[in-house]
């Protein structure tokens, strides 16, 4: 037993003299060192080809993520004179929304809230869904809560007074999907883009003031952060859509339709600019 130890221990040392940093992680090797049979010595063929990078994080290259930007870890090998350097790239943050503003009103017209992140100072227009000035065709929740059409072809118009010219507007939805945490009855629906007919095309479609929206988000919903529930509902998520070059101010139109029967059930949809 304790013979096995030694010749580990040197087979260590010897494949520590020829590290290169970009193998396995060091720590993994721990585990085989401590499992002190005879059969351990004979595998020590993985101890040796694990025991090689040792990695220090460089607090002065580390960039932290916010809603504008990716961050980054920077680790540096320090049992190398080949100077190895690996980066995690760290996901950008959503968006600080604070406290939304008292939901502008006015007779005849679709209400919105407005809000702004606190961090970026991105700014949104969030449209009530419920609050459409014209519907063609029936919404599937009769429980009034969301709204998703039941046959390919219904829309929804919203109206009001834009109050002043947007620029470089991200539009997205908000709402949830159907989607069963066991991934039994999922109907692929995955994302703006898995629609029944696989033809490459969205499963809704977004006009402002009559000019068509191009779709270009084709992540997954999970992607975009929806994660499944127990009971068939997914969690509500913000779903980015695509961008508009710009909106003018005054007379505002948004039409809403459901192109697929793999669309959403959505409570708002929002428009993002700074
Ligand atoms: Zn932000």
Not at 3 to 14: E, W
Not at 19 to 42: L, M, R, V
Request: glycine share 8%; hydrophobic share 35%.
């Amino acid at each position: 037993m304790k013979v096995s130890k030694i010749l580990l221990a040197s087979a260590m040392l010897g494949s520590m003299m020829l590290a290169s940093c970009g193998g396995p992680e060091a720590g993994e090797s721990t585990a085989d060192a401590s499992a002190s049979t005879s059969k351990a010595a004979s595998s020590k063929k993985s101890s040796t080809s694990k025991f090689s990078a040792i990695w220090s994080k460089d607090a002065s290259q580390h960039v932290d993520a916010n809603c504008e930007h990716e961050g980054k870890d920077v680790e540096v090998c320090i049992n190398s004179s080949l100077g190895s350097v690996k980066e995690t790239v760290i996901a950008k943050t959503p968006h600080t929304w604070g406290t939304r503003s008292e939901k502008v009103e006015a007779e005849g017209k679709t209400g919105y809230w407005t809000n702004e992140c606190s961090v970026c100072h991105t700014k949104a227009i969030i449209i009530d869904a419920l609050d459409w000035t014209k519907i063609e065709g029936s919404n599937k929740d009769n429980t009034g809560a969301t709204l998703k059409f039941s046959t390919n072809g219904n829309y929804a118009e919203y109206e009001f007074n834009m109050p002043t010219a947007l620029t470089n507007v991200t539009i997205g939805v908000y709402g949830w999907v159907d989607y069963w945490k066991d991934g039994s009855n999922n109907n692929d629906q995955r994302g703006f883009f898995s629609t029944k007919a696989g033809d490459g095309s969205a499963n809704v479609g977004v006009k402002v003031n009559d000019t068509d929206l191009t779709i270009t988000n084709t992540k997954t919903y999970e992607e975009m952060g929806m994660t499944a529930g127990e009971n068939g509902n997914s969690s509500f998520c913000l779903c980015e859509m695509g961008t508009m070059a710009s909106i003018a101010a005054g007379d505002f139109k948004l039409t809403y339709t459901r192109l697929e029967s793999y669309n959403l059930n959505i409570t708002e949809i929002w428009l993002m600019y700074k």
